[in-house]
């Protein structure tokens, strides 16, 4: 399953030599080399259109404002490149794109370029809502990699070496599943998925893992390896339990063959939710007994256990992250979240018991129709969390356990039940975090992280846009960042972000069928209002559910 040759260590970089026939391929991340060898998704790309005899692929990073980016792998500059690929992460990073090209000598509208070179964009956004900066690009990969981008981008390499204009391309496959061309394509866009193997649960079959083992990475010398896509709670604020459906876990002798393979001093496992897959204290323990080091993207509170927790600690994980995000139980319950109060304090109780040194707690503030009740809640939460601090800490006061309570703000994102939801104001925001602030001031060893309020309307404002945000994006790149935007732009943010949508109102991002009926989410938009809770994914995939429609989408 691994391409040995595709997995570089330390310091070792790839050489993308002479092209040879082959189309030169611009793989472009909109940020710093450090993150691009920590992100995931953009090193799956790399490893599915490298290898390609077709492609001549090259890396490319954010580079100084006022310079030409420079591939580090062959010396060419971004504008000497036909194909141009940008894997765009976060809506903060849309500047980024529009940048590179300018001060690449590449008009930034696709208006503007008639002919070759031929800029597209895939990722995330992509399928979240691509119209805030659809206007840049001349098209969209939406949906997952794996699912025919490769075989997209050889086709262009054909056409162009048979002759062949941009145009009549853009023109030939304006309408295929998982492409996007703006102007062209006659909506909806059916996002492109690789279908689970279906069996006793979904199976990812081409689970992603790093290319990059760096010093330079965020994570520094890490592997990383995807677990699962999706997840089943369907938590109605979280984006990735909607968007990556069907919820998939990848096998764990795939896993175990990748790690093989790769022999890496350190295995992060990427995931959500992982303290569900069945599998996990059994790898861990494989990996444990091989000397390798690893770390959790995340687990559920009700997940964790004595037995975890002796693992982690016996291989030198100090810090353990745990996800309350509602003040109160009612707005928990409105979220979906599925946490007992009892079993989130009983983690916590654990955690200081078996020497966790760390404990991080995340909460998220700004909830459409949250008060002061619940976060007089909050405060006697926190004194119960104190109190199984204490409890699980006993006589042992030289492990005393630091808090960390992280406070984010809620964005309300498209293709999740809040879509539809207005956003809280900064200064509404500011005021929430402050009393959370306040709230951890009296525990001893209890420390407080605040998400920044512009920040986050910033991202919902980016998040929920149409094509009219474009200006705002380009005010941003020619003015030096986003505040200086807002100085100059004319648009109103508050149509976006500050008032409840109709619920027969045309969204921006309608443009993509995700495979989740908008009735259905509407339905849970409803049972928000209303804090019921909603039943997760079930174990054995779509075809025992039946609810959110994508069943018979995958059918389709």
Known sequence: MIQEELVY????????????????????????????????????????????????????????PGTEAVSPDSGKKLSEFP?????????????????????????????????????????PVAFLNPAPIAPFFDLFWVGE????????????????????????????????????????????????????????????????????????????????????????YGCRFCAAGFIYRPPRHAEVEDLKSIVEAADPPKVGLVGTALTDWP???????????????????????????????????????????????????????????KLAEEDFLRAVELCAKKGVNHLRIYIIVGWPGEGEKDYQELGRMLDKIDAARIRGQGKKKKQFMRITLGASCLVPKPWTPLQWAPMASEEELKSILTKVKNLTK????????????????????????????HEFIMLAADRGGWKKAFKYWKGDPERFVDREWDKDEELPWDIIDMGVR???????????????VSESCPPEGCSECRVCGMDSWLRD
């Open 442 to 469: 009296k525990f001893r060893g209890m420390a407080f992280s605040g998400d920044s309020p512009f920040q986050a309307r910033l991202q919902g404002l980016l998040a929920r846009g149409d094509e009219s945000l």
């Open 9 to 64: 260590y330390g310091r070792q970089e790839p050489e993308s030599g002479e092209t040879g026939g082959r189309l030169p391929t611009a793989l472009v991340f909109p940020g710093r080399k450090k993150a691009a060898m920590s992100t995931l998704g953009w090193q799956a790309v790399y490893r599915l259109l490298a290898p390609d005899a077709e492609l001549a692929v090259d890396r490319f990073f954010l580079s100084d």
């Open 518 to 532: 908008k009735s259905y989410l509407r339905r849970e938009w409803k049972r928000y209002l209303e804090a019921r």
């Open 279 to 337: 599998d996990l204290i059994g790898f861990i323990e494989w990996l444990k007994k091989r000397k390798t080091k690893f770390s959790l993207s995340s687990v559920r509170a009700d997940g964790v256990t004595e037995e975890l927790l002796d693992i982690l600690r016996e291989s030198g994980v100090r810090t353990v992250t745990l996800a309350l995000e509602g003040a109160s139980e009612r707005l928990r319950n409105a979220a979906s979240k």
């Open 145 to 232: 990699a794996e699912a025919g981008l490769r075989e997209l981008c050889v086709e262009l390499k054909r056409h162009i070496y048979e002759g062949g204009e941009k145009q009549e391309f853009l023109e030939k496959i304006k309408d295929r599943p998982g492409v996007y061309v703006p102007g062209r394509t006659s909506p909806p866009v059916k996002r492109a998925v690789l279908p689970p193997v279906e069996g006793k649960v979904p199976a990812l079959t081409d689970p992603a893992y790093s290319c990059f083992i760096s010093p330079e990475a965020v994570f520094k010398d890490m592997f990383l390896i995807e677990v699962n896509r999706g997840c089943p």
């Open 83 to 123: 194909l141009i690929g940008f894997s765009i992460n976060f809506e903060e990073e849309y500047l980024h794109p529009v940048r590179m090209l300018k001060d690449s000598g590449v008009p930034a509208l696709a208006s503007e370029r008639p002919g070759f070179p031929l800029v597209m964009a895939g990722g």
